[in-house]
């Protein structure tokens, strides 16, 4: 089966497929990728299968640099900022389903050796149709030769009409209550207008908890071509002053929600204003006509600290644990660096 290895592919043609399929989500679209691709130093590439000249099935990969150092081999990543991994069109058979990702993988594996990478990463998004059926929770990479990295998250089922601390354990319950007593309010912000605030809040978060802030031009993105078309849904959380002091941005696609990106003040960190908006943003989700929200990763008996808390707070808003898949390849070098390569002289 022929696979077509493009460096740019029609965003509408590209669109149109993942439309088709259900192993696609949000990360897939052709505006997040070439978002993401601006943002970092990534080159995109693009696996495609067509027929009768319209694409069946397909995988989209992220090249990162492999930095100063001529030893450290590049990694490719599908994608490199969410999920990502091969899709297939919903109305092929099961023969032709397994072809068509079978010949996906084998190209990408070609491709990366060439290019002299060290492995290829994937994730799959857990909204996808298929991924949230996967009742037996078997990897849908491992048929075709991928190692098996999955980790975990917790999805939410939803249902319209549902109370505000609906599904919501007695802690969570306490605290949302807390910060409305204490004045606090949840409404739904418009992006441009949000944004300088919004990036001086994840600048603050982020340092706050020891990371490396993302590029203002990820965030200027996400207003610019995912608000407009519904994709990124921003709830800010105002003191009883007005100001705002949270945030919460929900991605959305297809039937599904997540708990994309989000940030406090530290001053009010711990009144609860993440529960607040987190409650809200679920709510709202569920009115909305969406069936699920996907809370995030989670981090069952990690010993990392901040994971752990981060584990914790996502458990607290009646989630189901489900399997989040993901898969590598290790690439051999294409010949062996030469002994003592790199080193300084002694």
């Known amino acids: 089966m022929a696979v077509e290895v493009e460096s740019e592919v029609s965003a509408a043609e590209w669109d149109e497929a993942i439309g088709r399929s259900d192993d696609t989500w949000l990360f897939h679209t052709a505006g997040w990728i070439e978002l993401t691709a601006r943002v970092w130093p990534l080159r995109n590439w693009f696996f495609v299968v ?8 397909g995988l989209a990969v992220q090249l990162a640099p492999g930095g100063r150092r ?30 068509v990702l079978d010949a996906l993988t084998e190209a990408v594996r070609q491709w990366a050796v060439q290019e002299g990478l060290a492995a290829v990463h994937c994730a799959l998004p857990p909204l996808a149709p298929n991924n949230l059926q996967n009742a037996r929770g078997i990897n849908p990479l491992v048929p075709f030769g991928w190692q098996d990295t999955s980790t975990h998250t917790r999805i939410r089922s939803l249902s319209q009409g549902c109370d505000l ?29 949000a944004l300088d605030r919004y ?13 490396t802030p ?13 608000g407009p078309r519904g994709h990124a849904v921003l709830w ?18 297809g039937q599904g929600a997540v708990y994309w990106t989000g940030c406090s003040q530290t001053a009010d960190a711990k009144a609860g204003v993440n529960y ?22 989670a981090f069952p008996g990690t010993s990392d600290a901040k994971l752990r808390g981060l584990d914790r707070f ?20 294409r010949r062996p660096w030469p002994l003592g390569a790199g080193r300084k002289g002694r």
């Not at 027929?51 to 069946?56: A, C, E, L």
């Not at 993302?214 to 995912?226: D, K, N, S, V």
């Not at 800010?236 to 919460?248: D, E, M, P, T």
């Open 314 to 333: 996502k458990g607290k808003f009646g989630g189901q644990m489900y399997r989040f898949f993901r898969g590598r390849i290790d690439l051999p070098r």
């Open 236 to 253: 800010g959380c105002r003191n009883s002053s007005g100001q705002l002091v949270a945030f919460h941005n929900c991605g959305r696609y």
């Open 214 to 226: 993302h590029p203002r031009e990820y965030f200027e993105g996400i207003a610019r071509t995912m």
């Open 165 to 193: 601390f609906d599904g919501l354990d007695p802690d969570a319950r306490r605290l949302c209550r807390r910060a409305v007593e204490a004045g606090y309010r949840v409404a739904r912000e418009d992006w441009s207008e």
């Open 70 to 99: 001529p030893w450290v081999r590049p990694q490719a990543y599908s994608i490199w900022m969410g999920t990502g991994g091969p899709f297939a069109v919903r109305d092929l058979d099961a023969k032709a389903r397994h072809r």
């Open 50 to 57: 067509r027929r009768g000249g319209r694409i069946v099935g």
């Open 199 to 211: 990036y001086e809040l994840h600048q603050e978060t982020y340092r706050r908890t020891g990371a």
């Open 276 to 297: 607040l908006l987190m409650a809200h943003a679920i709510r709202a989700a569920a009115e909305e006509g969406f069936r699920y929200y996907d809370l995030g990763e």
